[in-house]
């Protein structure tokens, strides 16, 4: 039998009870909110270290593991069990280097997510698979990742089943380990420094103005519509509130510029057109 360190979140501890069974001195670590900068002093000395939960959990996860084995056994769409990073989150946001765990699905959990938390995560997979679509990095085995995603979410809206969005959230995942994310994602992590907002909601926010700028062939299609239009009514109809109160524009603008990731998507950006869209947020 092997030790471990499962790594779970207040919505998995149950779970992360039950299948502690199958180790010894199993040690637990409960997380709440998106992982700073204190998990990189965490040591680990189990055999192997178990995520349960969302990126923040899964994330965690990764870091402390370092060369051991991980697991990684999502309840959300985050779609970090397909990446070889984790982020954590302070004054700025850090990338961290990680292996890629070991994905394992698991479809007994229970996974009543609040609404928030389904809504947030629906719109992170959805950004990263609309991103990838679109990313100059874009390769076709991305894009079959993306596109299948995308197909997966759809279905999700419809019949509300967890599990479909979860492994849609895993196909979008090893779409961006490919082509990465771009202008969305790089504008979410300025929302999420400056105002504490999640990271799946930042994105939800953001989405619906991206599109309408890069205005992308091919992708309202996807979703079954005929113009970029129709997609944004679409979803900012799924992604509710959009607005942020008292936003700093240029303050936003300017973190945002600095990711360089921001002229990754098809339609250059500038710091005016930036503030343009970004204007669109003020509540
Ligand atoms: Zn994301």
């Known amino acids: 039998m092997q030790s471990a360190l ?50 923040s959990a899964i994330d965690t996860a990764k870091i402390i593991s370092k060369n051991k084995r991980c697991i990684a056994i999502p309840t959300t769409a985050a779609g970090a069990s397909m990446t070889p990073y984790a982020t954590v989150w302070g004054k700025e946001k850090i990338t961290v280097p990680t292996k890629r765990p070991i994905l394992k699905m698991d479809y007994d959990i229970t996974k009543d997510l609040p609404l928030r938390v389904l809504q947030s995560t629906t719109f992170d997979a959805l950004s990263h698979a609309i991103e990838s679509f679109w990313s100059k990095n874009a390769t076709s085995q991305s894009k079959g990742y993306s596109k299948k995603a995308i ?89 509710i509130p959009q607005k942020i109160k008292n936003l700093d524009i240029k303050l936003i603008t300017r973190i945002t510029m600095g990711y360089k990731k921001i002229n990754g998507g098809p339609k250059k950006l500038n710091r005016k057109k930036l503030e343009i869209i970004l204007k669109k947020l003020k509540g």
């Open 151 to 239: 197909h997966l979410i759809n279905k999700y809206f419809k019949n509300k089943d967890i599990d479909i969005l979860i492994t849609a959230g895993n196909l979008a995942g090893q779409a961006i380990a490919i082509a990465k994310t771009n202008v969305v994602h790089a504008a979410s992590y300025a929302l999420t420094i400056k105002y504490g907002i999640s990271h799946g909601a930042a994105c939800g926010m953001l989405l619906p103005h991206f599109v309408q700028y890069m205005d992308f062939k091919g992708l309202p299609e996807l979703f079954n519509l005929n113009l970029t239009e129709e997609l944004v009514v679409f979803l900012k109809k799924r992604f």
């Open 6 to 55: 499962i790594v779970h979140s207040r919505h998995t501890k149950c779970y992360a009870k039950l299948i502690s069974k199958k180790y010894r001195d199993v040690r637990f670590l409960e997380v709440s909110g998106q992982p700073t900068e204190k998990v990189l002093d965490i040591k680990n000395n189990k055999d192997i270290v178990i995520g349960i939960g969302g990126g």
